[in-house]
């Protein structure tokens, strides 16, 4: 099983501010990397595809880059409705595999 | 639209069993791979098992492999997640969920449902 690690476990940002969220992976899974955001009640939402490619209607001010068993998610600017919990997920390899989030919280 | 409406969520007893259903609409289901997706309260999320889109091949996530059977009827549109020997640690939301793109075997989970609660509780 491919094991997903998150970092950090919780991030404090200012609305505005830059936000960049980490994931490895414990084995290579090309760019078969999903994010999605999770807010509370909610079912998660997709993100990014492919590493680094938008979903559709996702704002520009989301990205994703990273390939191999190291990956970023950045929000350049975050905006009040952004603060949530962000997993990613792995699809390259069975039993797909999700890392263990992290919420970003307003500072 | 794209809608996944679960059901057959409840309380159950240790060891015993529970069969959940997800009603698909609003897309070929047919051609899509399937997903279940769990979430124990206040943890993260836990991917549980997939079916292809003609049901010829399934997996399963190692926490509930032997325990669960993923299965799906194209005729009705609907997927289902038979759950036995339940125990407290299954307790969760249980998302249905679809893959991305058609006829893929890679794909990031694009659409999800809202969920059926499921508590294993004596």
């Known amino acids: 099983e491919v094991l997903m690690t998150q970092s950090p476990a919780t991030l404090s940002v200012s609305p505005g501010e830059r936000a960049t969220l980490s994931c490895r992976a414990s084995?290579?899974?090309?760019?078969?990397l999903a994010w999605y955001q999770q807010k509370p009640g909610q079912a998660p939402r997709l993100l990014i595809f492919?590493?680094?490619t938008r979903a559709t209607g996702i704002p520009a001010r989301f990205s994703g880059s990273g390939s191999g068993t190291e990956f970023t998610l950045t929000i350049s600017s975050l905006q009040s409705e952004d603060f949530a919990v962000y997993y990613c997920q792995q699809y390259n390899n069975w039993p797909r595999t999700f890392g263990q989030g992290t919420k970003v919280e307003i500072k | 639209q794209v809608q996944l409406v679960e059901s057959g969520g409840g309380v159950v007893q240790p060891g015993r069993s529970l069969r959940l259903s997800c009603a698909a609409s609003g897309f070929n289901f047919r051609s899509y791979g399937m997903h279940w997706v769990r979430q124990a309260p206040g943890k993260g999320l836990e991917w549980v098992a997939f079916?292809?889109?003609?049901?010829?091949?399934?997996y399963y996530g190692d926490s509930v492999k032997g325990r669960i059977t993923i299965s799906r009827d194209n005729s009705k549109n609907t997927l289902d997640l038979q759950m036995n020997s339940l125990r407290a640690e299954d307790t969760a939301v249980y998302y249905c969920a679809r893959d991305r793109r058609y006829f893929e075997s890679q794909e990031a989970i694009e659409y999800w449902g809202r969920g059926t609660q499921v508590i294993v509780s004596s």
């Open positions: 084995q290579s899974v090309s760019t078969n």
């Open positions: 079916i292809w889109f003609d049901g010829s091949e399934k």
């Open positions: 492919g590493a680094s």
